[in-house]
């Protein structure tokens, strides 16, 4: 049973940057891709960042593209988003999930399998 554990949210002012955490124990993370996603306020879940299994191919919404960037270790079974240059259109739960597909970078919820229970940012000033 994969599980993943979320860290690193919080409160940051706009232009702020933060680095989320997830970490997986029960199995191997280089055994999935796995996609960050979050949901703001009145707005459906999207995915923001993916990355293949080994790492070598990333995908990122437009919306985030040149302020964050996705990596793993999987050495340490953790995989990060560092996100610079936030603005408060990024307020959103974001979680870390696994897709048992391992080269698969759409970034889609539906294609996920094992999820995270999330960590809150908030981007205010």
């Known amino acids: 049973q994969l599980q993943l554990v979320e860290s690193g949210g919080g409160l940051v002012q706009p232009g702020g940057s933060l680095r989320l955490s997830c970490v997986a124990s029960?199995?191997?993370?280089?055994?999935?891709?796995i996609g960050w996603f979050r949901q703001a306020p009145g707005k459906e879940r999207e995915g923001v960042s993916c990355?293949?299994?080994?790492?070598?191919?990333?995908k990122v919404v437009d919306s985030v593209k040149g302020r964050f960037t996705i990596s793993r270790d999987n050495a340490k079974n953790t995989v990060y988003l560092q996100m610079n240059s936030l603005k408060p259109e990024d307020t959103a739960i974001y979680h870390c999930?696994?897709?048992?597909?391992?080269?698969?970078?759409?970034?889609?919820?539906?294609?996920?399998?094992?999820w995270g229970k999330g960590t809150l940012v908030t981007v205010s000033s």
């Open positions: 990355i293949s299994s080994s790492g070598g191919r990333t």
């Open positions: 029960g199995s191997t993370l280089e055994n999935y891709a």
């Open positions: 999930a696994a897709d048992h597909l391992i080269s698969r970078t759409n970034c889609s919820p539906d294609d996920m399998d094992y």
